[in-house]
Every structure is written in structure tokens, then in C-alpha cells.
């Protein structure tokens, strides 16, 4: 249809010039392309008024107005900015009259098609993406500024791949292809006229291979040289990562294709990469790993408890192993608080499956100290990690009348039973159950129940496993004992009357003190000792050697510890009153 409207536009243009043959004001109007970007147009007859000068392009059947131009006055003009996206199309110029709107000028066809070649792209690298392994290609794009995109082939003969479109397209991802192959590609650019460029220079991706014995540290690796980095290769870089190290270690720099590596012994899983590189260009290959096992390993490691000893200074582990793996050793490894695990201890295999450890270098009464266990298998490397188990500090806040004891959850088992509170006084060595609390991790302590409250309070937490579960072992865990004393109150009147049934005697009230190191002395005024003990319990009645003394003011002393080792001494006056 649009072409059968073009054709019936010329047949009306051509009638309308047969019409006004007579009026051309324009004559031998003539297009010569210039530079297959713009169009050269030129007159040989000329009025001295302004022509308007239109054209009818291909891909459209509507007349597009140019410009107004004065034929007498510019004897050319070059129209041009529209034709990059014609290949092989004829565009038709011609006047008109802007008074009569009437043609007036021959009808001039030209020819417009692309003769400038396509600007050629620079290969950069094929290289490997370090997270999805896939190969990757970018090339420099084309300085061509009519550029469609870039075509890409594989192999050699060189054979059709993919496309990428868009000028400023520069990657591409082979999702198609594994980076465990070796594959060669070359790209070239076309323009909107389908005009390609020359095809870079081949380049291709590398493979890196590994080659191990069992139980052998030495590894041997391998790979093809990259082929064509544009300014060439300076060097190979061979990085490794160990276990779950985030960063990539250098091992060497080397001009070959080939290295070997002696992996160190506490190392489970390596992994490797080579780059090539220069100046300006870096590619990478795939990586590769490589784990040290055999098929002899712990089929499991348990540490069944972690319970702290009296003392806090030491803490008693139990483990749960697999005994039918003979186990080169075992290793095992304590954080405290927050800090990060380390080995304190190699364990020999003894043919058991239960068997316990005394950790006697720690201060488990204060903070979180946590284990680990674990065995090597048949190399005498990769490292098999058992459960983690933790110890549960007491934190004591004192509540006046009562105590507060909180503790961290017992960490270690798959399912706990719950927790029970035990209590003993300084004198008595027996622990009494004061509560079971379930899996609360908290109890408060009512000390105005307590018969001795004057002596120190020491506390202490059981965890117990619930049956059934994990290993179905029961077991149970201990924290530290934490120490609770009040600290010692004294008082003393200010006046008593002997005389009276209720005050009639003069000594302190208190709490906490230490009752083998007590000093009481009361004076007179001159300073003469009228009674003096040593026994918190004993009282002044008021007499001096069975005499009642007269009612006024006297002074005493006292000197006495409380329970913490606190020196108290008190200096005051006490009023008899008769």
C-alpha cells in the first residue's frame, strides 16, 4: 500500500510539472550524494526569490519540508542528518512556490546508500565470573557512531554465536557454554546498513585443571595460555582460598602453565583461580576445588556436658564419640565471652565412647565460656566439629529482703528438661533444692525465710537434658557457684533506762558481722573504762562492778568486721536515764 501511494504522489508531482512546465523558475536541479551521510544539491537556473525545497523519502509517501532557500543567492545545499538509516533507497528533491504552492523545479532522485566502512571494535578479555563460573567477553566498543550492534562468533572456522545489540554494548554472558571448556571467539560491529567491520582478533578463556593422590598435600594444576590479550600476557597469578576464608591469597607469579602447590595441613578445602594479566587487562579462569577426606571420618562428636567445678577455676567436659573410628586424635578448642575459639588441648584416641576432659585453665565464674570437639579423619586432616556447649554464669542482684538470680541459657543439647536452684550457707557444706523452674532462667530467693541470715549464701544452677532426645543421654550440667553476703549494719541508741522493762540495756543492733572480732568499751567522762566485751551479745545493764551508775551522759567505743572483711569503727554518747 505504501508503496502503490509513493507511485501515485510521482504520477500527481510528474503531472503537475507537465502542467506548469512552463513556470519552472528552477531548472536542472541535480542530488549527488557526498558521503553516504549527506546530500549535495546544485541548480543551474534561478530566480531571485526564496524557493521552499521539499523531499519525499522512501519510508514515507508524505512531501517533508527542507528549508527556504534563495536559489540566486546560495547557488548549493547540503542536506544530510537523516540519511544513516537508508541503504540502497532513492530520496527525490524538487521546489515549490510558497506563493502558489506550485512545483517548480525538475524532480531529482539520488541514490542514498552507505559507502563509509564500519570502524572495527578491540577485543578486551573472556574471562570467568567469579560468582556464577560463567564466561564472560567484553570487547572496546566501535568509534563508528552508526553502529547496530556486534556480532559474535565461536571456533575455529569462526562460526555464527550470538548477537549483542546497541551501540555501547560491550559484554556478554556465555550462559550457554561451561567454563570447564575452552572455547576462541571473535567479534565484529555492524551498522544500521548491516555493514560489518573486520572481526577482531581471536581470544578464548582458560581452564584450569587439578590433579591430586589421596591423602597427598602436594596438588598439581594446570591450564591453557590465554589467547589473545590485546598487548599479550605479562604474567600468570595463581590465588587460592582455604576452608571459608573470604579473600583470595596469592600463591605465586609465574610466566608458565603449570604450578604445584603444597597445601597446608590444617587446611580441609582449597580452592584455586589463575589470572592472566598486563597492563591494562585482567582475565580469570574457573575455579577449582579441592577437598581433603577419605571415606574414613567420626560418624559423630558429642560433648555432652560442660559443668563448672566449685572452685569456677575449672570446668569438667564430657564427650560422646564414635568409637569405631580410630580417630588420628581429637582437638579441643574453648572461646570465652565473646572471643573467638582456640586450641587448648590434642585428646589421644583410646577405643571409648564416653570420656571426659578437666579444663583447668579457665574463670568460668564470671563469663560464657563455650567448647568445642573435634576429630581428623584418615589423612590426619579435615576437621569433623562436634555440638557447641556452654556454660551458664550467675548474675545475684539483691532485692533487699530477697535475691535475684539470673543465669545465661545452658547451651549444648538438642531439647532441655529445665533448670533446678540450689542453696547453701558458708558454715554448711550440704546443698538444699530450693525450686525446680522449668526452663525459666531466673528465680528470686526470699531470705526473710533463711535461718542464719547473717551468714553468706552460696547458689548454684543445674541443667538438665531431656530424655529422649539427641543422643538420649540425660545428661546434666552445673554453673559456677556464686557467692551472695550482705554487708554487715550497725546501730546503736542514744539513750536506754535500766529501770524500765523494755530499753534497759545499752549494745547494737546488727547484721553481717563478723562475731569473732568484736570490741565494745563505754567510759565516763574522765575517761575511765566502766565496761568492756568482746561478745556482739552481751549488754551493758548501767553498773560498774554491780554498782548502779548515776544517770547521765557516757562515751563508748566499738570496733568490729562484717563478714566481707570491712573494718567498722564507731565512736559515740549514750544518755542513762533513771
Same mark, same amino acid.
Given at each position: 500500500?505504501?508503496?502503490?501511494?509513493?507511485?501515485?504522489?510521482?504520477?500527481?508531482l510528474?503531472?503537475?510539472?507537465?502542467?506548469?512546465?512552463?513556470?519552472?523558475?528552477?531548472?536542472?536541479?541535480?542530488?549527488?550524494?557526498?558521503?553516504?551521510?549527506?546530500?549535495?544539491?546544485?541548480?543551474?537556473?534561478?530566480?531571485g526569490?526564496?524557493?521552499?525545497?521539499?523531499?519525499?523519502?522512501?519510508?514515507?509517501?508524505?512531501?517533508?519540508?527542507?528549508?527556504?532557500?534563495?536559489?540566486?543567492?546560495h547557488?548549493?545545499?547540503?542536506?544530510?542528518g537523516?540519511?544513516?538509516?537508508?541503504?540502497?533507497?532513492t530520496?527525490?528533491?524538487?521546489?515549490?512556490?510558497?506563493?502558489?504552492?506550485?512545483?517548480?523545479?525538475?524532480?531529482?532522485?539520488?541514490?542514498?546508500y552507505?559507502?563509509?566502512?564500519?570502524?572495527p571494535?578491540?577485543?578486551?578479555v573472556?574471562?570467568?565470573d567469579?560468582?556464577?563460573?560463567?564466561?564472560?567477553?567484553?570487547?572496546?566498543?566501535?568509534?563508528?557512531?552508526?553502529?547496530?550492534?556486534?556480532?559474535?562468533?565461536?571456533?575455529?572456522?569462526?562460526?555464527?554465536y550470538d548477537?549483542?545489540?546497541?551501540?555501547?554494548?560491550n559484554?556478554?554472558?556465555?550462559?550457554?557454554?561451561?567454563?570447564?571448556?575452552?572455547?576462541?571467539?571473535?567479534?565484529?560491529?555492524?551498522?544500521?546498513?548491516?555493514?560489518?567491520?573486520?572481526?577482531?582478533?581471536?581470544?578464548?578463556?582458560?581452564?584450569?585443571?587439578?590433579?591430586?593422590?589421596?591423602?597427598?598435600?602436594?596438588?598439581?594444576?594446570?591450564?591453557?595460555?590465554?589467547?589473545?590479550?590485546?598487548?599479550?600476557?605479562?604474567?600468570?597469578?595463581?590465588?587460592?582460598?582455604?576452608?571459608?576464608?573470604?579473600?583470595?591469597?596469592?600463591? =605465586?607469579? !609465574?610466566?608458565?602453565?603449570? /604450578?604445584? +602447590?603444597?597445601?597446608? @595441613?590444617?587446611?580441609?578445602?582449597?580452592? $584455586?583461580? *589463575?589470572?592472566?594479566?598486563?597492563?591494562?587487562?585482567?582475565?580469570a579462569?574457573?575455579?577449582v576445588?579441592?577437598?581433603?577426606?577419605?571415606?574414613?571420618?567420626a =560418624?559423630? !562428636?558429642?560433648?555432652?556436658? /560442660?559443668? +563448672?567445678?566449685?572452685? @569456677?577455676?575449672?570446668?569438667?567436659?564430657? $564427650?560422646? *564419640?564414635?568409637?569405631?573410628?580410630?580417630?588420628?586424635g581429637?582437638?579441643?578448642?574453648?572461646?570465652?565471652?565473646?572471643?573467638?575459639?582456640?586450641?587448648?588441648?590434642?585428646?589421644?584416641y583410646?577405643?571409648?565412647?564416653?570420656?571426659?576432659?578437666?579444663?583447668?585453665?579457665?574463670i568460668?565464674?564470671?563469663? *560464657?565460656?563455650?567448647?568445642?570437639?573435634?576429630?581428623?579423619d584418615?589423612?590426619?586432616?579435615?576437621e569433623?566439629?562436634?555440638?557447641t556447649?556452654?556454660?551458664?554464669?550467675?548474675?545475684?542482684?539483691?532485692?533487699?529482703?530477697?535475691?535475684q538470680?539470673?543465669?545465661?541459657?545452658y547451651?549444648?543439647?538438642?531439647?532441655?528438661?529445665?533448670?533446678?536452684?540450689?542453696?547453701?550457707?558458708?558454715?554448711?557444706?550440704?546443698?538444699?533444692?530450693?525450686a525446680?523452674?522449668g526452663?525459666?532462667?531466673?528465680?528470686?530467693?526470699?531470705?526473710?525465710l533463711?535461718?542464719?541470715?547473717?551468714e553468706?549464701?552460696?547458689?548454684?544452677?543445674?541443667?538438665?537434658?531431656?530424655?529422649?532426645?539427641g543422643?538420649?543421654?540425660?545428661?546434666?550440667?552445673?554453673?559456677?557457684?556464686?557467692?551472695?553476703?550482705?554487708?554487715?549494719?550497725?546501730?546503736?541508741?542514744?539513750?536506754?533506762?535500766?529501770?524500765?522493762p523494755?530499753?534497759?540495756?545499752f549494745?547494737?543492733?546488727?547484721?553481717f558481722?563478723?562475731?569473732?572480732?568484736?570490741?565494745?568499751?563505754?567510759?565516763?567522762?574522765?575517761?575511765?573504762?566502766?565496761?568492756?566485751?568482746?561478745?556482739?551479745?552481751?549488754?551493758?545493764?548501767?553498773?560498774?562492778?554491780g554498782?548502779?551508775?548515776?544517770?547521765?551522759?557516757y562515751?563508748?567505743t566499738?570496733?568490729?568486721?562484717?563478714i566481707?572483711?570491712h573494718?567498722?569503727?564507731?565512736?559515740?554518747?549514750?544518755?542513762?536515764?533513771?
Amino acid at each position: 500500500m505504501m508503496k502503490r501511494f509513493v507511485i501515485i504522489l510521482l504520477l500527481s508531482l510528474t503531472a503537475g510539472i507537465a502542467a506548469w512546465g512552463q513556470s519552472l523558475r528552477v531548472t536542472d536541479l541535480q542530488a549527488t550524494l557526498v558521503d553516504g551521510r549527506h546530500v549535495l544539491l546544485t541548480w543551474t537556473r534561478y530566480p531571485g526569490m526564496t524557493m521552499a525545497l521539499y523531499r519525499i523519502e522512501p519510508a514515507s509517501p508524505n512531501e517533508v519540508f527542507v528549508d527556504n532557500i534563495t536559489p540566486a543567492l546560495h547557488p548549493s545545499f547540503v542536506d544530510g542528518g537523516f540519511l544513516h538509516q537508508y541503504c540502497s533507497d532513492t530520496v527525490r528533491y524538487y521546489f515549490r512556490d510558497p506563493q502558489t504552492n506550485e512545483i517548480c523545479s525538475n524532480i531529482c532522485p539520488v541514490l542514498v546508500y552507505d559507502p563509509v566502512p564500519t570502524a572495527p571494535c578491540e577485543p578486551g578479555v573472556a574471562t570467568v565470573d567469579e560468582d556464577s563460573q560463567q564466561i564472560v567477553l567484553s570487547w572496546d566498543p566501535s568509534p563508528d557512531p552508526d553502529i547496530l550492534g556486534y556480532y559474535i562468533c565461536k571456533g575455529s572456522p569462526c562460526l555464527d554465536y550470538d548477537t549483542a545489540w546497541g551501540r555501547e554494548s560491550n559484554t556478554y554472558v556465555c550462559q550457554d557454554l561451561s567454563s570447564l571448556n575452552a572455547s576462541v571467539f571473535r567479534v565484529l560491529a555492524f551498522d544500521s546498513c548491516m555493514n560489518p567491520s573486520p572481526l577482531t582478533d581471536p581470544f578464548g578463556n582458560m581452564v584450569l585443571s587439578l590433579d591430586a593422590q589421596d591423602c597427598s598435600s602436594l596438588l598439581s594444576l594446570s591450564w591453557n595460555a590465554y589467547e589473545g590479550m590485546v598487548g599479550g600476557v605479562d604474567e600468570y597469578r595463581l590465588q587460592a582460598r582455604y576452608d571459608d576464608e573470604s579473600q583470595w591469597i596469592d600463591l =605465586q607469579s !609465574l610466566n608458565a602453565t603449570t /604450578a604445584q +602447590v603444597d597445601v597446608p @595441613g590444617n587446611v580441609a578445602t582449597v580452592r $584455586f583461580r *589463575v589470572l592472566a594479566q598486563n597492563d591494562h587487562y585482567e582475565a580469570a579462569s574457573n575455579i577449582v576445588s579441592y577437598h581433603f577426606s577419605t571415606a574414613d571420618s567420626a =560418624q559423630y !562428636l558429642h560433648i555432652s556436658h /560442660a559443668s +563448672v567445678q566449685p572452685d @569456677g577455676r575449672s570446668v569438667q567436659l564430657g $564427650f560422646y *564419640v564414635d568409637p569405631d573410628f580410630q580417630s588420628s586424635g581429637y582437638r579441643l578448642y574453648r572461646a570465652e565471652g565473646s572471643g573467638s575459639f582456640h586450641l587448648i588441648a590434642s585428646l589421644p584416641y583410646q577405643g571409648q565412647q564416653r570420656f571426659s576432659y578437666l579444663d583447668e585453665s579457665v574463670i568460668a565464674d564470671q563469663q *560464657v565460656v563455650s567448647y568445642r570437639l573435634s576429630s581428623l579423619d584418615g589423612c590426619g586432616r579435615n576437621e569433623k566439629f562436634s555440638n557447641t556447649a556452654s556454660t551458664m554464669p550467675i548474675e545475684i542482684s539483691d532485692l533487699g529482703p530477697s535475691v535475684q538470680l539470673h543465669w545465661l541459657p545452658y547451651q549444648g543439647w538438642e531439647s532441655l528438661e529445665g533448670y533446678s536452684v540450689w542453696r547453701r550457707t558458708q558454715s554448711q557444706p550440704h546443698w538444699d533444692l530450693l525450686a525446680n523452674v522449668g526452663t525459666a532462667n531466673e528465680y528470686v530467693d526470699d531470705l526473710t525465710l533463711q535461718p542464719s541470715p547473717t551468714e553468706a549464701l552460696y547458689y548454684r544452677v543445674m541443667a538438665q537434658e531431656s530424655a529422649g532426645t539427641g543422643f538420649n543421654l540425660a545428661d546434666t550440667a552445673y554453673s559456677a557457684e556464686a557467692l551472695y553476703k550482705r554487708d554487715a549494719t550497725i546501730y546503736f541508741p542514744n539513750a536506754f533506762t535500766p529501770s524500765l522493762p523494755d530499753n534497759n540495756t545499752f549494745g547494737p543492733s546488727y547484721t553481717f558481722i563478723d562475731m569473732q572480732d568484736y570490741e565494745l568499751h563505754i567510759y565516763d567522762r574522765r575517761g575511765q573504762l566502766l565496761f568492756s566485751t568482746t561478745d556482739p551479745s552481751e549488754r551493758w545493764d548501767g553498773t560498774c562492778n554491780g554498782a548502779a551508775l548515776p544517770q547521765g551522759t557516757y562515751v563508748y567505743t566499738a570496733r568490729l568486721h562484717t563478714i566481707n572483711h570491712h573494718l567498722r569503727e564507731r565512736t559515740g554518747t549514750v544518755l542513762l536515764i533513771r
